[in-house]
């Protein structure tokens, strides 16, 4: 026996999260999703996991790949987030016009250059749960930008309040 859909969004909704972008491909061909469901899992070896939807382009260019970057949303990155959540209909590589993307050192995936963090990482496992693949990535480089995070909570976008307080 299970709670609802309902009951699961409702208690997940009051579940405050940073955002982020997760990517895959490489220059030309590049796909990514708006994500919440990333955490870190281990230091040693340098571990985190992204939980992305099996229908979407980007969980099975991860598959094919076995490479992903995730990246930390800063709070001027709300339009973006938007744009890689599918709101407005862009998708695929259409989604890459908005935001500063390059392509990171190692592998060429998609990095966002004034993201908080971006992380290109390598799929060390990759688990199927329910509607969702959990890919566990080791973490190969990273990348830096100073910048207040962007946070999603109760179904909208916020910003810390210590930002508000600092503008
Ligand atoms: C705040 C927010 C968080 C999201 N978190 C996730 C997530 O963790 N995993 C996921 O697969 N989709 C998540 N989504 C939904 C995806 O961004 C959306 O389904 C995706 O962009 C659809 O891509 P597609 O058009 O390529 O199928 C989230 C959306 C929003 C607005």
């Known amino acids: 026996m299970s ?3 309902e009951i699961f969004r409702r208690a997940l909704s009051r ?3 940073g955002v982020s972008i997760v990517s895959t491909g490489s220059t030309g061909n590049r796909r990514g999703v708006t994500a919440t469901a990333v955490c870190s899992v281990s230091a040693g070896p340098p571990t985190i996991l992204a939980c992305v939807n099996t229908a979407t382009g980007t969980c099975k260019m991860i598959q094919e790949k076995g490479l992903f970057a995730i990246n930390l949303l800063a709070e001027h990155h709300k339009p973006v987030a938007e744009v890689f959540a599918g709101r407005g209909g862009l998708q695929g590589e259409d989604r890459f016009e908005h935001g500063d993307w390059i392509a990171g ?3 060429d995936l998609p990095i966002l250059g004034s993201a908080l963090a ?3 990482c390598r799929v060390d496992n990759m688990v199927e ?9 080791v973490i190969e480089s990273a990348y830096f930008a100073e910048n207040p995070p962007l946070i999603f909570h109760d179904g909208r976008f916020h910003v810390l309040p210590m930002s508000a307080a600092a503008a």
């Open 129 to 137: 749960a329910g509607t969702h693949a959990v890919f566990f990535g």
């Open 118 to 120: 971006a992380l290109e």
């Open 15 to 17: 579940l405050a999260a």
């Open 3 to 5: 709670v609802s859909d």
């Open 105 to 107: 050192d190692l592998h």
